[in-house]
């Protein structure tokens, strides 16, 4: 059974908002897929879509085979949700707002204290346990966030930007507990985020969002593919002749889309005869921001 179904999935808001226009995918268990878009592509109406928050305006979602519009209950029994922003406790502890939820999902307090211990040892917050909520940083918050989420040993863990508005350290810490747990691949992780950089670390298969529509699905491998080249020649020159088809990245810095090693040399001849002086030529794959980029300009010039 796949973890997770959008068949033409579309919500569209009281007010006319198409925030959701028909998408289709799926997840195999296991995956950590991250579900990427810049700000108000519908990557967070997608996520209450599939956790019950809100029914489709059109099609249908599953989780892990059962439909969330009909039973939110047992979705939530099987899935972890963080989001943006996560509401807790202030006056309770750390433990006891994870010790309280434990009781939400019908866990024992004996096994929901021991769960809870284990998480907050595993999320670096065991000094922090016994802190009132109200003392915590953000970083922190973000981290018991997602302890809660996983109290109730979920087998899908939906994940709202987990690391917004963290440092770049706290950031560091939520991204290895989201690897770690990916890692014995008993949870599938559905991860939103408009920071691309940051799934590309840790994200198996990735979905680009593009005001509610789904541009491509793919491994980084299958959305190269999708582009007209997979190789990017990257010059840093104190001048760059015209016409040799190089976009200028920043100060200094002009990249290439190129399609045969053989095209470097006779590029890197034409700039110095050109009167270019370069100070070094560096060869890469796309990123996914780079893909992203080349499948939003080629869905602007269809259209
Ligand atoms: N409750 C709502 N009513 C009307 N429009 C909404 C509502 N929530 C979100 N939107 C709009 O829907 C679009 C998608 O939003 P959202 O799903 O939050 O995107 P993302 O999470 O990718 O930033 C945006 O244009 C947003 O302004
Ligand atoms: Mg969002």
Do not use: W
């Not at 296991?30 to 928050?53: D, H, S």
């Not at 999902?105 to 016994?130: H, P, V």
């Amino acid at each position: 059974m796949d973890a997770v179904v959008l068949k033409n999935l579309s919500k569209t808001y009281p007010n006319g908002k198409k925030a959701v226009s028909g998408i289709d995918f799926s997840l195999k268990q296991g995956e950590i897929f991250g579900f990427l878009g810049p700000n108000g592509a519908g990557k967070t109406t997608t996520v209450k879509l599939l956790t019950g928050m809100l029914t489709p305006s059109e099609g249908e979602c599953r989780v892990l085979g059962l439909n969330p519009a009909e039973t939110p209950e047992k979705v939530h029994d099987l899935s972890g949700v963080v989001t943006e922003h996560a509401q807790m406790y202030n006056n309770m502890t750390g433990k006891q707002n994870l010790v309280f939820y434990g009781s939400v999902f019908g866990i024992t307090k004996a096994e929901a204290e021991k769960r809870a211990g284990s998480l907050l040892e595993q999320l670096d917050l065991e000094e922090a346990g016994d802190q009132k909520l109200s003392t915590y940083s953000t970083g922190m918050r973000q981290r018991l966030s997602l302890a809660r989420a996983l109290i109730h040993r979920p087998r899908i863990l939906f994940l709202d930007e987990p690391t917004s508005g963290l440092d770049p350290e706290s950031a560091q810490n939520v991204n290895q507990l989201i690897r770690k747990l990916a890692e014995d691949k008993k949870i599938t992780i559905f991860l939103c985020t408009h920071q691309l950089r940051y799934a590309q670390e840790i994200c198996t298969r990735y979905g680009l969002m593009d005001q509610g529509k789904l541009l491509a699905t793919g491994t980084l491998g299958e959305l190269r593919q999708r582009i007209d080249s997979d190789t990017i020649l990257e010059i840093c020159a104190a001048h760059m002749p015209e016409g040799l088809g190089f976009q200028k990245a920043e100060e200094m810095l002009y990249e290439n889309r190129i399609h045969r090693d053989s095209e470097i040399p006779v590029l890197v001849r034409q700039i110095v005869t050109g009167g270019g002086d370069i100070y070094s030529v560096k060869v890469r794959k796309p990123s996914l921001e780079d893909i992203y980029f080349s499948l939003t300009a080629r869905e602007k010039e269809d259209a």
